[in-house]
């Protein structure tokens, strides 16, 4: 099978592995994600988009599955590969960082949390208006977070 066509069939496959995870299995999904994750890299090289999409995919099901530490260990290198290839401000990295937030957030860590919105706030700064909707609201999540600390 070609290149293209092997990538074809991994799309179609992290689309199964999501309607999956929207259906409630998680475990499944997981499961199918981290297979993923690494036919990608084999296919299309770490660094690719769609590598770096199923990655952020995976994070986003362990969250939703309540495995917010097992998430967290997806994010944190993820961002890092994100920010490197696709560059700060890229709107997956400002999904990834909002994520690592709100999973910070469950697993009680509040100070990183904040940390995390802080440096979505500063991308956020970059890229909008002031007085975006978007940029309120984090600056509201922080102070609610600077508050409960």
Request: charged residues 30%; hydrophobic residues 45%.
């Amino acid at each position: 099978m070609s290149s293209a066509g092997e990538l074809e069939e991994l799309h179609a496959r992290a689309a199964e592995a999501e309607a999956r995870a929207h259906a409630g299995d998680f475990r499944t999904a997981v499961k199918e994600l981290r297979a993923l994750v690494g036919q990608y890299g084999e296919v299309a090289g770490a660094d690719a988009p769609g590598t770096l999409t199923v990655r952020l995919n995976l994070a986003r099901v362990l969250g939703a599955a309540k495995q917010s530490a097992k998430a967290i260990a997806v994010c944190e290198p993820l961002l890092r590969d994100q920010v490197r290839v696709l560059g700060p401000d890229h709107e997956d990295v400002l999904e990834t960082r909002q994520l690592l937030a709100n999973l910070r957030y469950a697993t009680g860590d509040t100070g990183g949390a904040a940390a995390d919105l802080e440096q979505l706030l500063a991308a956020l700064s970059r890229v909008l208006m002031p007085t975006h909707d978007r940029i309120t609201k984090v600056k509201r999540d922080i102070e609610f977070l600077k508050r409960t600390r």
